[in-house]
């Protein structure tokens, strides 16, 4: 949540130069678990195991496809209850979203979780505490 409020910038990867979706989800799973993604949504995406939304936990990953070309063009970082936090877009900074408002619901694309490795229990909150 310490990242609330810094700017969205078109490929940007760092807090000094601001964010975009990806470069705000790899970032911050590189500080708060060490493990390093893959730079775009597509290759996060590609990169990480399919849930349900159901299965939702925070730490896991969702993604809506928000241009026509792309199925996973944004993502976000499930924070529980409903919510994500992400860098939305050009003129806008990093914060919380509900996921059912009609524009995130109508553009959900699927949930997915960035395993650990067989050392760990597999989940990212978990690593994180």
């Not at 990867?13 to 989800?25: E, K, L, M």
């Not at 996921?99 to 997915?112: E, Q």
């Amino acid at each position: 949540m310490g990242f609330l409020g810094i700017p969205y910038r078109y490929g940007g990867t760092t807090i000094q130069t601001g964010f975009d979706c990806s470069g705000f989800v790899r970032d911050m799973y590189n500080q708060t678990v060490g493990r390093l993604l893959p730079r775009t949504a597509q290759e996060q995406a590609q990169a990480t195991a399919a849930i349900s939304r159901e299965e939702l936990q925070p730490g896991d990953l969702v993604f809506f496809h928000t241009v026509r070309h792309a199925l996973f063009s944004h993502v976000g970082i499930y924070i529980g209850d409903g919510k994500f936090i992400h860098a939305p877009r050009t003129g806008q900074s990093v914060r919380v979203e509900d996921m059912d408002t009609s524009y995130w619901l109508k553009r959900f694309s699927g949930a997915r979780r960035v395993l650990m490795g067989e050392e760990s229990t597999g989940h990212p909150s978990e690593m994180a505490r």
